[in-house]
C-alpha cells in the first residue's frame, strides 16, 4: 500500500537526487574546461545508454515478479534477476573497453575506467529496484544520502589536488559501492541466493524484459542522438552547451522517476487483483500531484534560463537558455504521461504497445534532429525533440483511452484541484493565525 510515509520518503530522495545531479553539473562546468566537460557528456551519454538498457531489462520483470508477493515466493525469479544484472553488466564493459581502442583523448580514458564506476553503480541500482518493488523509500533516500556524502567528498579532493576528468569515474564508483553497502543490509540476499531458480523465470524476463530493452534502446539512443549529432557537426563545445540543457532538464525528471517507481509496483497490484477503478484513480493523482508539484518550478527555471546558466556553469553557457527552456518544458508537462503509459500498460500485460509508440518517435526524432541540426544547427536538436514528443503524446492519449479508459484532461482537473486544496490550505492556516493574534 502506498502510504504518505512513502511519498514522503520518495520526495526527500528526490530532493536529495536533485541536489546531487544539480551540484555534479555545476562542479563539472566550474573545475574543467568545454573540451573536458564536453568529453564528459558524451561518456555520461555512452553510460545512461548502456544502463537504460540493463535496466529495461531487470527492472519491470523484478517488480512484476514481486508485487504482492513474499520474498520466498518470489526467491527464483529475484536470484535469476540478480545474475542476468551482472552478465549483461560484464558483456557490456567488454563492448566499452572495445570502443576505447577507436577514440582518443579524454574520452579514450574515460572509457578505459567505465568498469569502475557502470559495476558498483548496477549493483547499487538493483538494491534500489528491489527497495522500490518493497515501497521501502526511506532506505533508497537513505543510501543515496551516503552516496552524495561521498561524491562531494571525493569532489572536493578532485579540486584541492587539480586531477584531470576521468578522475571522476573513481570518486562516483566508491560513492556507489558504499551507498549499495548501506542497502544491502536491507536485502535478504542468503534467502533468495539458495533457491534454483526455474526455466519459467528465464521466459518471463525476456518476455517483459526483452519488450522494456528494446524500448529503451530505441529511446535512450533517440533523446542522446543529438549530442552525438552536435559533436560530428558542430563542435565540442556546442556539445558541452547541449550537455548542460539536457542534464539540467533531466533534474526535473527525478520527481518523475521517483513518482512513477510508486506508480508501478500499486499499478501491478490493483491490476493483479482486477480493480479498475482504482487502477484510473492511482494513476490520475499520483500524475497529477507529480505535474503540481514539478509545473511552477520549471516556470521559474524558463523564466530565469540565461540568469541561471551564467550563475551556475559560467557566463559562456549562458547562451544556452533557448536549448534549457524547451528541454524543461517537456521534461516537466510531456514526459510524464509517456513514462506512466508505460507503467500502466507493462502492469495490464501489454508492454508491446508502448514499445511501438517509443520505436516510431524515436525513429521520427532521430530523423527530424540530423534535418533540422544539419539545416538550422544546434537550434534543430530541441526542436526536433518538441516536435516528436507532441506526436507521441497525441498518440499515447488515444491509446489510454481505448486501453484503459483514461482520459489525461481529468488528470489536468486533478492538477487543479491539488492547487486549490493547497491554496484552501493556506488560506485556513492563516486565518487561524490571524484569529490567534
Not at 542468503?190 to 531458480?197: A, G, H
Not at 508505460?342 to 532521430?366: D, E, Q
Not at 533540422?372 to 530541441?382: D, E, F, S, V
Request: aromatic fraction near 12%; charge should be positive; glycine fraction near 6%.
Amino acid at each position: 500500500m502506498i502510504t504518505n510515509k512513502t511519498r514522503g520518503w520518495a520526495l526527500v530522495n528526490n530532493v536529495v537526487e536533485l541536489c546531487t545531479g544539480m551540484g555534479s553539473i555545476i562542479f563539472i562546468t566550474r573545475i574543467f574546461s568545454m573540451n573536458e566537460t564536453g568529453a564528459w557528456f558524451m561518456f555520461i551519454a555512452l553510460f545512461a545508454l548502456v544502463s537504460s538498457l540493463r535496466d529495461a531489462l531487470i527492472q519491470p520483470a523484478l517488480v512484476k515478479r514481486m508485487a504482492g508477493r513474499t520474498n520466498e515466493e518470489s526467491a527464483g525469479a529475484i536470484q535469476l534477476n540478480f545474475l542476468a544484472m551482472f552478465s549483461f553488466e560484464a558483456l557490456a564493459n567488454v563492448c566499452i573497453l572495445l570502443v576505447a581502442i577507436f577514440v582518443e583523448g579524454d574520452l579514450q580514458n574515460l572509457l578505459l575506467l567505465y568498469g569502475a564506476y557502470s559495476l558498483p553503480n548496477a549493483w547499487f541500482r538493483w538494491q534500489t529496484f528491489f527497495l522500490r518493488a518493497k515501497l521501502n523509500t526511506q532506505t533508497i533516500a537513505i543510501s543515496n544520502c551516503v552516496f552524495a556524502l561521498v561524491q562531494w567528498i571525493g569532489f572536493a579532493l578532485l579540486a584541492v589536488w587539480k586531477l584531470p576528468v576521468h578522475s571522476l569515474i573513481l570518486v562516483l564508483g566508491v560513492a556507489s559501492l558504499l551507498a549499495g553497502f548501506y542497502a544491502s543490509f536491507k536485502i535478504p540476499y542468503q534467502q533468495f541466493l539458495q533457491r534454483k531458480n526455474e526455466q519459467e523465470e528465464w521466459r518471463h524476463l525476456l518476455q517483459v524484459g526483452g519488450y522494456a530493452m528494446l524500448r529503451e534502446a530505441t529511446s535512450a539512443l533517440s533523446s542522446r542522438i543529438s549530442l552525438f549529432y552536435a559533436s560530428t557537426f558542430i563542435s565540442i563545445q556546442h556539445t558541452a552547451w547541449l550537455g548542460v540543457s539536457q542534464r539540467f532538464a533531466q533534474l526535473f525528471l527525478l520527481p518523475n522517476q521517483a513518482m512513477q517507481s510508486i506508480l508501478f509496483p500499486g499499478l501491478v497490484e490493483h491490476v493483479n487483483r482486477d480493480q479498475a477503478t482504482k487502477v484510473k484513480l492511482l494513476f490520475h493523482q499520483t500524475l497529477s500531484q507529480l505535474i503540481a508539484f514539478t509545473l511552477p518550478l520549471a516556470m521559474v527555471v524558463v523564466c530565469a534560463s540565461s540568469y541561471l546558466l551564467s550563475l551556475l556553469h559560467g557566463q559562456a553557457y549562458s547562451e544556452a537558455w533557448y536549448l534549457l527552456s524547451i528541454y524543461v518544458v517537456v521534461a516537466a508537462i510531456i514526459t510524464p504521461f509517456g513514462t506512466a503509459f508505460g507503467s500502466l500498460v507493462t502492469a495490464i500485460g501489454k508492454p508491446y504497445l508502448a514499445t511501438r509508440i517509443v520505436l516510431v518517435n524515436s525513429v521520427i526524432n532521430i530523423l527530424l534532429g540530423y534535418l533540422l541540426m544539419n539545416t538550422w544547427g544546434l537550434p534543430g536538436a530541441p526542436l526536433a525533440m518538441l516536435l516528436t514528443e507532441i506526436f507521441g503524446l497525441f498518440w499515447l492519449t488515444h491509446m489510454l483511452r481505448k486501453e484503459a479508459g483514461i482520459d489525461i484532461l481529468e488528470t489536468w482537473q486533478y492538477v487543479i484541484k491539488n492547487y486549490t486544496y493547497l491554496l484552501t490550505l493556506i488560506k485556513t492556516k492563516t486565518e487561524k493565525i490571524v484569529i490567534v493574534k
